[in-house]
């Protein structure tokens, strides 16, 4: 059985249609890419899933639960954790305050982040509005940790950073598949870099899902058609 499941899933915005049938599956601690050229639907499916937009039709099963009618706030005590698009860390807080102000008690504490982003630990007394761009995204990819999630979603999470942070961001995101059980789904343009860590893959075209599979079964075919420009 799936650890996260969607199937037949749509979703609107007012009257405009977003979603017209998306379906996924991601299994216990794998981590699947969630792909698809730009505004076909993947942070509106992200949105779904985290409860931040409520689907018109379709069934989203998290860990054997039907989150149908469940608000956003306890899909995230039930263990789905976001790294939304954008960063968004509290500007005005210090790093400290920043991974303390959403934090559950599990294996994921302020230590334990410093393990995996030492930068944070050297500037834990600093504004986040202070850190650099990079350093403002392990910020949010640690907060998300702190929460303790099962599920951890990472929307673009390497999306206009310089490329030594983009390497260090996915080096973290290797440890996370090697050394946790965490699932993930991760949003990324990088076919290259999601290779490395991907279990599986979905594809997304107008807000349906167009292919789903292993994601060593990616041919170059499939990519060009999908995701070429």
Known sequence: MSFLSLTGIQASYGPSQALFGVDLSLDEGKVLALMGRNGMGKTTTIKVICRMLAQSAGQVIFAGR?????????????????????????????????????????????????GLFPRLEERA?????????GEQQMLAIARALMTNPTLLILDEA??????????????????????????????????????????QAVIIERGRTVWQDDFANLSHDVTERYLGV
Do not use: Y
């Open 66 to 114: 039907d989150l149908g009618a469940t608000p956003s706030h306890k899909a995230a005590r039930a263990g789905i954790g976001l790294v939304p698009e954008g960063r968004r860390c509290f500007p005005n807080l210090t790093v400290h305050e920043n991974l303390i102000a959403a934090a559950r008690p599990g294996e994921w504490d302020v230590k334990r982040i410093a």
């Open 125 to 133: 007394d600093q504004m986040a509005a202070s850190l650099s761009g």
């Open 158 to 199: 390497t999306e206009g950073l310089a490329p030594v942070v983009r390497q260090d961001i996915w080096a973290a995101i290797s440890r996370l598949k090697a050394e946790t059980n965490l699932s993930l789904l991760v949003v990324d343009k990088s076919i290259r870099e999601l290779s490395a860590v991907a279990d």
